[in-house]
């Protein structure tokens, strides 16, 4: 065999081996790297078991710079950790009607991915295939989007899906066709010669669903354009941040430092003040904070009178941009907080996590959570792949 037919071999042998792994597929990531188990290492405080069992829920987290979406449950009395790869996930939103999970990776291009729960397999004669009684959640549709829509949070609003287009300073409706359409900005974006559309000046990060977007509110981290931009290490934040009204598209709440996941909850409006570390709700157009939380906050859903709060750790880079946080005790985790008194009831922290950006939740009953947990050998599960029924 001559030197160049050995080398051929091994190209065709690289390229029959390539794609291999489920993960691969799903999230369209060739050479997924192995997640690394310190990852999934976590303490837990209080009742945080007691709480997913009696609300007979599955959280779902993006973890934004570890590249995946965890899945939390509880599988007899044991939390059961499990996750699906994808590139620098963000906002998630959560049709409970038809249990589905909207997941937006902002990426070049930026991804919109609907996850759907599969309980059965297409029957078959070459392999045997049971039906998977956690249900788990995996991928059925991608939309694509260019990388300037910058896509943050996602909301889902009569039915209809739409998203932060952070580089456009203004909300889109993702609509059935490939195009994503601005249904929304803030006045303060307007000037004589037209919205501004092409460069990302406010931060515009978080939607809280009303039953229009009129009834709804958005968070952004300012509200005028200055030569400083998001992102620049000078960009000035502290009290900078803003609530705004869908229907005047003037700001209702001044006073926020960075605010992320605002969230309407019992006809309240409920936020992240980041940059402090805090959790609240407005009452008369002030900040009300209802719990003081040790990292970033970020991440909020609720669960009739608890809501789950996500903190993470300051990336170095950005530490200007947290004002009211000891910096080195920042720490990454979920936390379960009585909206009536404030307590803390319960948490999971992961000493090697990083940033949490979203947190939903679907019942149970409809899914024990993602298709891939660290017990998993690397192709676990193919034979789900192979012939899972997409209905």
């Known amino acids: 065999m001559t030197l160049q037919t050995a080398n051929h071999q091994q190209l065709w042998s690289d390229h029959d081996q390539a794609w291999r792994h489920p993960a691969e597929a799903l999230s ?3 050479n997924i790297q192995e997640i690394s188990p310190a990852l999934f290492e976590c303490t837990i405080r209080g009742d945080w078991v007691d709480i997913l069992v009696r609300r007979d829920i599955t959280l779902f987290v993006t973890r934004e710079y570890e590249h995946m979406i965890i899945g939390l449950g509880v599988e007899g009395s044991a939390m059961r950790t499990s996750y699906l790869p994808l590139p620098h996930p963000s906002g998630l939103a959560a049709d409970r009607d038809s249990n589905r999970l909207y997941v937006a990776s902002t990426r ?5 991915w609907q996850l759907a729960a599969v309980s059965a397999t297409i029957p078959r004669l070459d392999v045997a295939c049971p039906a998977p009684t956690d249900r788990p959640l995996i991928p059925v549709t991608a939309k694509f989007l260019p990388g300037c829509s910058y896509i943050h949070d996602l909301a889902l609003i009569n039915g209809q899906l739409f998203a932060n287009s952070v580089g456009q300073n203004a909300v889109v409706c993702l ?4 195009t994503p359409v601005r249904v ?3 006045r303060c974006i307007e000037t004589k010669d037209g919205p501004v559309f092409g460069q990302n000046h406010i931060q515009l990060n978080s939607i809280a669903a009303g ?3 009129d009834q709804s509110f958005f968070s952004a981290s ?11 290490p000078d960009y000035p934040v502290d009290r900078r941040g803003v609530v705004f009204s869908g229907a005047t598209r003037e700001p209702i709440v001044r006073g926020l430092t960075r605010p992320h996941s605002a969230r309407l909850h019992e006809n309240k409006l409920w936020l992240a003040n980041s940059g402090y570390g805090e959790f609240g709700c407005i009452v008369d157009s002030e900040f009300c904070t209802v719990s003081k939380l040790p990292g970033w906050t970020r991440g909020l859903c609720f669960v009739d009178d608890i809501a789950f709060v996500g903190t993470s750790r300051v990336l170095p880079r950005f530490r200007q941009y947290a004002p009211g946080l000891d910096i080195d005790s920042s720490q990454c985790g979920i936390h379960a907080i009585d909206i009536k008194s404030g307590n803390l009831l319960g948490s999971i922290t992961w000493p090697a996590g990083n940033q949490i950006f979203s947190i939903e939740w679907l019942s149970a009953r409809t899914t024990a959570g993602l298709p891939f947990d660290l017990a998993c050998p690397k192709n676990a599960r193919s034979d789900l792949f192979y012939c899972y029924d997409p209905a």
Do not use: M
């Open 211 to 213: 039953a229009t977007i």
């Open 222 to 232: 300012s509200d005028q354009i200055t030569t400083k931009r998001p992102g620049d």
């Open 28 to 30: 369209q990531w060739a």
């Open 184 to 186: 929304w900005w803030p």
């Open 108 to 112: 070049n291009p930026n991804q919109i």
């Open 175 to 178: 609509g059935q066709d490939d």
